[in-house]
Structure formats: structure tokens, C-alpha cells
């Protein structure tokens, strides 16, 4: 029964993106206070909890780094929908995935520290002030029957709702439940990450996570003072853009051609850390440099609180993405080979089931308020205080990195790249 079940098999992975003062498929949004942090506040390590998406987060980023243009990805939705795949795997597939994804503890470990995690950071969000939701949720086949072991472990350790969808006979409708779904759970940010194709009758199961949060800068920039000034996309180009400003006391630090700037949230469990090249760098390209902020604990420690005039421009980064070449490169191709894969854990027998496709959808949107964003990603089978510094200016008028994280645990939950706030 179960060989005619999984007749031809996959497995399909989708991606919802990241909403920052804006939309993506996880949506987060952030707002200022008038309060500013006494002193440093971020954490210099990062928690052990935290560590396999770090890790996984600067692996994917390293890999995207090469394309053009504005980028923005969430390692954090990414990782729990690979982690909850995972959960299923055996054998070798385990192995590649535990490789990929960075785990080094035992599967049951990982699992129960990281919804822990999640449970913690959704919580502190909530009672300070900002709203952050992250929901995972599966949908199964009719008629497939899941080991009980693997649904355990999605509704224990990440919260899943288990729905079931008849991709067999009606894939649209199935892309249709899950993008609603995925609407839903970042309040509208997100219309859905599913397109046409993406699911078809071999889909056996559908493993998704959505994200979205709001909240207010603790230090709101005054409308009153954007204005147009220019922005150098490059040596060659510069545009015009609305530049907010705001002096103040913010974690700051300088080495090496680079400044860091840590922007937080009302709360203060929340940031945006933004890393810009000095001028001279700007020739470089920042389609050259990394995605997202790197060495990050690097610059966590040089961090201090710092006077800053802070000039910073209004954007709005979108993005989709097929994360299958990522994947294959950081290791994990068996679970993309119909033939090799094993995913026994969730279902049938090894060789039944096997990645189809990983997909993810981000947005961030920064303005005088704050950040929104919001991301998700979908996994689918089928059947196969320191001393006084000088001031400073920290003026983001050329190309930069940014992050947005937890500080007390280094979670990173967005990455993102500015190189023309103009585009999307």
C-alpha cells in the first residue's frame, strides 16, 4: 500500500520571506521609544540554542553573496522548515542535512532547544512591546499515515498544526490552502509563497514556516527631518532618497574600513545591526561583499555606547528564491536525489521520498517608525558599559549590509543587503 502511496515521490520545500517595515514572507515590524539602552546590551556569544542557525544563516549568505542588487533572507525561517524535514530524515540524508544545517548535538537536542528558543524569544517580543509570531505547520496527504515519532516532533518542539491536502488530485487547491496559511500568519504582508508548478500530484507533504513581526525603533527617527539626498549606489551612480536622521546614544564601533551601528527595537530584546563600508570601499561594490553582517561576534564585542549622528535612508527590500543550489553546495544533495534519499523517518520506506523544491519569499521595509517584516519558508515530499568616546557620524548614504537579531541569544532572524534603496 504504502510502495503505490509514495509511486512517484518528492519532497517540496518552500520559502516564506521576511517583512521589515514592510513585507516578506516572515513579517516582522519594530518601532523606537524615546529610551536609549544605558549600556551594552547585545550578547557577545552566541547561545548554544542559537549556534545551528548562525552557523547555517552565514553559510546560505555566503553562497548568495554573488547575485546582484538588494537581497534580504531569513535564516531563521529557512532553518525551522529544514529543521522539521530533518526530523524525518535517516541514514545519510541525516547526515547531509545535519551538516548543512550545522547541528551537532543529538536530533532530539537540537529539536527541544531550539523550540525552546523560539518559545523564549516570542514571549520576551510580546511583553515588550513588539509583535512577533512564528508558526510552522505541515500539510500531509490524505491518506498517508506519518510515523508518530516524526509528528511528535513537530507538535512538541516547533508547535505544528498537521493538516492534510489532496495534492494528488488537486495541487492548485493545495498551493491555495497553504498560501492562505501563509497570508494568515503574516497579516496579509505575505499573499502566499507557492506558485503555479510548484506542488504537483507527486507532492506527499508540504512543511512550512511564516514569520512575521512589527515593532517601533526604541528611538523613532523625526518625520520632520527626512529629506532627498544622495545615495551612492556606486562610484559610477548615485541616486536620490529619503535620508532619516536622528542623533543619539546607540552601540557603535569602527575597525578596518567598516563602521557597525546597532539600531534596537522598543524592548530592547530586538536590533537591527547595520555594517557600512568606509568611502573609500564604495568602489568595491557592495554586489562584492557579503550578505548580511559578517563576523558578526567579531563586531559584537567591539560595540560600545556611543553619541551618533545618524543619517539612514528609507527602504523596502523584496526577494523569492530557489534555495536548491544553495543546498546541494553546502552538502546536502542526497536529499534532492529521488534514488538516495531517505526520509523513512517521516514515512514509507528509504528511497520513497525525497526533496522536490525549497523556496523562500522575504520583505523588509524600514522607515521613521520602525521595521515590519515577515518570511516563510515550505517544505513539501512527495512520493519519491565602557568610557566616553568621541561622537560620531554614521551616514549610510552608500551600499550596506544589515541583520536584525536577538541580542540576548545572537539569533539571527533576517539578513539583508542594501544596494539601491530605489529597487526592491
Known amino acids: 500500500m504504502l510502495r503505490q502511496q509514495f509511486a512517484s515521490r518528492s519532497l517540496l520545500i518552500r520559502g516564506l520571506g521576511l ?15 524615546a529610551e536609549v539602552p544605558t549600556a551594552p546590551f547585545v550578547a557577545v556569544k552566541v547561545s548554544p540554542a542559537a549556534l545551528p542557525c548562525r552557523q547555517f544563516g552565514a553559510g546560505v549568505c555566503a553562497q548568495l553573496q554573488a547575485q546582484e542588487g538588494n537581497l534580504v533572507f531569513s535564516p531563521l525561517s529557512a532553518w525551522s522548515s529544514l529543521a522539521m524535514a530533518y526530523a524525518g530524515a535517516r541514514g545519510s540524508t541525516a ?81 491555495a490552502q497553504v498560501n492562505r496559511w501563509v497570508s494568515l500568519k503574516t497579516n496579509g504582508k505575505l499573499g502566499g509563497v507557492l506558485e503555479p508548478g510548484d506542488l504537483n500530484e507527486w507532492t506527499r507533504l508540504v512543511l512550512a514556516n ?20 544622495t545615495f551612492h549606489v556606486s562610484e559610477a551612480r548615485r541616486v536620490q532618497v529619503q535620508m532619516m536622521h536622528q542623533t543619539g546614544a546607540f552601540l557603535y564601533a569602527e575597525s ?13 530584546r530586538l536590533a537591527m545591526v547595520v555594517v ?64 538516495r534519499a531517505d526520509f523513512s523517518g517521516i514515512a ?17 521595509e524600514v522607515d521613521e517608525e520602525g521595521t515590519t517584516a515577515a518570511a516563510a519558508t515550505a517544505v513539501g515530499i512527495g ?11 554614521f551616514t549610510a548614504d552608500r551600499p550596506f549590509r544589515c541583520a536584525i537579531i536577538d541580542i540576548v541569544s545572537g539569533l539571527s532572524l533576517f539578513e539583508g543587503r542594501l544596494s539601491d534603496p530605489r529597487s526592491q
Open 19 to 33: 517583512t521589515i517595515a514592510g513585507s516578506c514572507l516572515l513579517v516582522l515590524t519594530v518601532g523606537f521609544q
Open 95 to 175: 547526515e547531509a542535512m545535519a551538516g548543512a544545517l550545522s547541528i551537532a548535538a543529538g536530533p532530539g537536542d537540537a529539536h527541544e532547544q531550539f523550540g525552546k528558543l523560539l518559545s523564549d524569544l516570542r514571549a520576551a517580543a510580546s511583553a515588550e512591546g513588539c509583535e512577533l509570531r512564528i508558526a510552522n505547520a505541515a500539510w500531509l496527504q490524505q491518506g498517508i499515515v506519518p510515523k508518530a515519532d516524526f509528528i511528535r516532533t513537530l507538535t512538541e518542539a516547533y508547535g505544528a498544526e498537521i493538516a492534510h491536502a489532496d495534492f494528488v488530485r488537486s495541487p492548485e487547491d493545495a498551493s
Open 210 to 229: 511564516a514569520i512575521y513581526f512589527k515593532g517601533q525603533w526604541a528611538s523613532r527617527f523625526p518625520i520632520g527631518e527626512t529629506r532627498p539626498e
Open 256 to 268: 578596518e574600513g567598516m563602521q557597525a551601528l546597532v539600531v534596537p527595537y522598543k524592548g530592547n
Open 276 to 339: 557600512l563600508p568606509s568611502q573609500a570601499e564604495v568602489g568595491r561594490h557592495v554586489e562584492h561583499q557579503e550578505l548580511g553582517v559578517p563576523d558578526a561576534e567579531k563586531w559584537l564585542e567591539k560595540l560600545r555606547l556611543h553619541e551618533v549622528d545618524v543619517s539612514f535612508p528609507r527602504f523596502s527590500i523584496r526577494a523569492r528564491m530557489d534555495l536548491e543550489p544553495v543546498l546541494r553546495s553546502l552538502g546536502m544533495g542526497v536529499a534532492f536525489d529521488s534514488r
Open 348 to 364: 514509507g520506506a528509504p528511497g520513497d521520498l525525497f526533496v522536490q523544491k525549497v523556496v523562500q519569499g522575504a520583505l523588509i
Open 383 to 393: 512520493c519519491s558599559a565602557s568610557a566616553p568616546l568621541p561622537p560620531a557620524t
